[in-house]
């Protein structure tokens, strides 16, 4: 595990960083949010899921985990990269771990984050035509919430 | 036959068409009476006899051992609100209709445990029943269809295709049971048993009759059509209230009418040694209907294709199969 | 639409044979489903976004109502996170404890699962025989924990109380009530049943590379042959004390989904009988304030609960209620494989198949 997180962080020179002495999790810090996708792929070698994908709102910046497992140990790997406010969008990466699907989709649905390239981002939990995203800590409960009836629903 | 007795008694006191009349009117409170205790009470059985089956108690709070909980269930059934909406008005309400008329017709076609203890009676009565049995998969269309819900069509196409499937089965069973005692006639029938019970020397037959009979009447584990867990109700889902009440009496009633078509066609209906005929019928009728009643209570559902695959592949050739073994039989 | 024959069914999200709220837009032709669509979202309670304004001590009810059919699993997994993050050290006692009601509390959730999967099919009687062997250990839940759906034991450093006085004699007579249940009358019921095996055997199957694409674990996974329970793969508790096997079947069918169950659950019961007889005196909580402040960091805990896989990432800030606490539910993976799994079954199997992949939607939904 220790050598993977090496030599992630030597393959992606500069755009990797390794954050250490928290809990003995494998953490890796992605710099740039556009190299995901290659990450993912190099990942893809190591680990076979998506285990879940963490949206930490630091406003003004978003802090994705996204956590990788596998089925044969017990390793994780905790990919974080950072959005800004302005720009709350990163490319998706159903097409490599496709159970990043529903996930990406939930993260969409409570934190208004846009997944590039995602098949199918839709809100999951909430309706469609909730107002905000409430797991935002800027989020308020304001008339507009406070009054929502519902959605039309068409048969 | 009951008018007969009735109208001999009435005319002793009163001029004659008067005395007609109002013998037809006790006739029909009889009649009434008696349908209506019979499903109710089988009904009580049924649910007495699950609870026993699974470590429950039934019904306990209303009258003793809780024999009156069904007659509340059916005065509350009354009160009920009718909440369908968009339906085939004439379509919807022709169908609990002809369901608690055909089954209570059913009642009154058989003789209840004695010769001649029938309210109505025509020769061919068996094949009377047979055909009021059979009228269900037009029932099930129309009302599945009537009922503007995706739930019911389903339902009601399973329905069909699944008593289509088995009545065949059953007509060709009881015709060879008609071959072998030469008449259409429950008394002859049950006559024809006098030496040895048909059950007996054709086991193959009272199976296959018992299966096809249950599969027409939809009792578990062949109620496809109802499946309550994946169609809700099936064809049955948009009822409520008195509606819905009238298919709860004509299933019990249909339960009965099999459970004593087996008996008066297979186990010698009301003979038997010492104890008088409507005991032993009583005996036999209950012993049958029990059975009948188990196997919805210790076994899951097919699935729909896999009962018609039954019905066509095995049910129908076997019973084709028996026919022409008894004709064989008779005609040596 | 194009197709004239097709019927759009909206089942769910009311619907008797739906675990929970689940709503499944099947299209139909005839009997066959073409295509299936599960919609979930209508148990959402926000139970992230409470987190974040509750104490520590005060979520564990919150946990609770997640997976209600199996509670205590939830309360251990989000004790486990809360005292991995403020570095509290449990005594041995209370991991043995833990373990017990852990397993406990799985055998009860397995044995909804036997009973409503029959009931899924139209027999009735299997579910109320389920629901009575889980009577025996709800009481035992009860004598232990006052509670009985949504026991509120645990809290941080251990549990409220300690086990009353013979409770291991109670545990071990239900524990042999329900092994000779199990062995015996569900086998004549389910598995030497003939209509039982035809609607399970071969329907819905999921294959290795299937479960790997969804990311679905715990006993559905280990039904199509994929042996990783992180009971042995990274024992937590007191699970590498003792000694049990994990059951793996390779078909990845109904069936094998059934059956893995039915064996974790006299796997469960040598589970608790070992833990019973190892279990060590002690204090049963290790003293901690009721309102705690854990420093900056993320703490990632996953536990093997009754459905799979269940992780808590939790961000901590430094004050004392959680900076955002995400919880990663395994059935949450495996419905959205109900999207290829009910393609081209009769609608009849595709209750099955949903009854078999076993979700609560509480968990789901969170």
């Not at chain 1, 190099?42 to 630091?58: G, S």
């Not at chain 2, 509606?243 to 709860?248: D, E, I, K, M, N």
């Not at chain 3, 705690?292 to 990432?313: A, N």
Request: proline fraction near 4%; aromatic fraction near 12%.
């Amino acid at each position: 595990m220790e050598n993977l997180s090496e030599k992630l962080i030597k393959e992606f020179n500069g755009k990797l960083d390794a954050i250490k002495g928290q809990n003995n999790l494998n953490i890796v810090a992605l710099k740039n949010k556009k190299l995901i996708k290659k990450l993912s792929w190099e990942i893809k070698n190591y680990f076979d899921i998506l285990y879940t994908l963490t949206v930490v709102d630091y406003s003004p910046v978003f802090e994705l985990n996204y956590v990788f497992s596998n089925y044969e140990n017990d390793d994780i790997l905790i990919v974080k990269v950072n959005l800004d406010e302005k720009d709350l969008s990163i490319d998706s990466i159903t097409d490599i771990f496709d159970s990043a699907n529903w996930e990406e989709r939930e993260a969409y649905d409570l934190f208004g984050i846009k997944f590039n390239g995602h098949p199918d981002l839709r809100r999951i939990l909430l309706p469609e035509d909730w107002p905000g995203h409430p797991l935002r800590k800027s989020f308020e409960i304001n008339d507009e919430v406070r009054h929502w009836t519902g959605l039309d629903l068409k048969f | 036959m009951i008018f007969d007795y009735v109208y001999s008694i009435v005319s002793r006191f009163v001029f004659s068409p008067l005395s007609y009349i109002i013998s037809f009117i006790i006739i029909a409170i009889l009649a009434v009476i008696v349908t209506a205790f019979i499903p109710v009470f089988i009904g009580w059985v049924d649910r007495k006899y699950s609870a026993r089956i699974q470590s429950r108690y039934g019904p306990v709070y209303v009258g003793p051992f809780g024999l009156l909980q069904n007659f509340a269930d059916l005065t509350k059934m009354l009160g009920k609100r009718f909440i369908a909406t968009n339906i085939d008005v004439l379509a919807f309400n022709f169908t609990p209709i002809v369901v608690a008329t055909s089954s209570f017709a059913m009642l009154l076609l058989l003789p209840l445990g004695a010769p001649g203890l029938e309210f109505i009676s025509i020769p061919y009565s068996l094949l009377f029943v047979y055909t009021l049995l059979a009228i269900s998969p037009l029932l099930l269309l129309v009302a599945g269809w009537g009922e503007n819900n995706k739930y019911a069509l389903i339902g009601g196409f399973r329905g069909a295709a699944q008593i289509i499937s088995y009545e065949l089965a059953l007509i060709i069973v009881l015709s060879s049971v008609a071959l072998l005692s030469g008449s259409y006639s429950i008394p002859a029938i049950v006559a024809g048993q006098s030496s040895i019970w048909y059950g007996l020397y054709l086991p193959v037959t009272l199976l296959i009759f018992i299966i096809s009979g249950l599969a027409i009447i939809e009792r578990e584990p062949f109620d496809v059509p109802e499946a309550s867990q994946e169609l809700q109700a099936g064809w049955k889902v948009e009822y409520s209230g008195i509606r819905y009440g009238f298919f709860l009496i004509g299933d019990y009633v249909r339960v009965t009418v099999i459970a004593m078509l087996v008996t008066y066609l297979f186990l010698g209906g009301w003979l038997g040694p010492v104890l008088p005929g409507v005991l032993w019928f009583i005996i036999k009728a209950a012993i049958v209907l029990m059975i009948i009643l188990t196997p919805r209570w210790i076994f899951g559902r097919p699935r729909i294709d896999q009962l018609i695959k039954f019905g066509w592949n095995w049910l129908l050739p076997l019973a084709i199969l028996n026919l022409i073994l008894v004709e064989l039989f008779v005609v040596l | 639409m194009e197709h004239k024959d097709r019927i759009r069914m909206n089942i769910g999200p009311v619907h008797p044979a739906m675990h929970g709220v689940l709503k499944l837009i099947l299209d139909v032709e005839g009997d066959t489903v073409v295509k299936a669509e599960p919609e979930i979202g209508f148990l959402h309670r926000a139970s992230e976004k409470i987190a974040e304004m509750r104490y520590f001590s005060n979520y564990y009810p919150i946990m609770d109502k997640l997976d209600y059919v199996s509670a205590l699993n939830m309360e251990i997994l989000y004790a486990s996170t809360v005292e991995k993050a403020a570095g509290i050290t449990i005594s041995e006692r209370a991991t043995y404890m833990r373990t017990i009601m852990a397993e406990i509390q799985r055998i009860m959730s397995h044995l909804i699962f036997i009973g409503s999967l029959g009931e899924d099919f139209g027999n009735l009687t299997s579910f109320i025989w389920a629901l009575r062997e889980r009577e025996l250990l709800m009481t035992i839940v009860e004598k232990i924990s006052g509670g009985r759906l949504a026991p509120m034991y645990m809290c941080n450093g251990g549990m409220f109380y300690d086990f009353p006085e013979g409770i291991d004699k109670d545990i071990l007579e239900a524990l042999d009530k329900i092994e000779n249940k199990v062995k015996h009358e569900y086998s004549a019921v389910f598995t030497k049943n003939q209509i039982f095996l035809s609607r399970t055997k071969g329907i819905g199957i999921m294959t290795k590379d299937m479960i790997k694409r969804y990311g679905i674990t715990g006993p559905i996974a280990r039904a199509s042959g994929i042996n990783r329970d992180l009971r042995k793969v990274s024992p937590y508790l007191a699970y590498d004390k003792v000694d049990f096997d994990v059951p793996v079947e390779e078909n990845g069918d109904t069936y094998s989904r059934f059956i893995v169950r039915l064996n974790e659950i006299l796997e469960s019961i040598k589970i608790i009988r070992q833990c019973l007889k190892q279990l060590p005196a002690g204090n049963y909580k290790t003293a901690v304030p009721w309102i705690i402040r854990i420093p900056k960091k993320d703490t990632f805990v996953k536990q093997e609960s009754s459905r799979g896989e269940m992780g808590i990432f939790l961000v901590t800030d430094g004050s004392d209620k959680p900076y955002r606490l995400k919880l990663r539910s395994p059935t949450f993976f495996a419905i959205r494989a109900l999207e290829e799994l009910l393609v081209n079954v009769k609608v009849a199997d595709a209750f099955v198949i949903v009854a078999s992949i076993d979700p609560v939607m509480g968990e789901v939904d969170r």
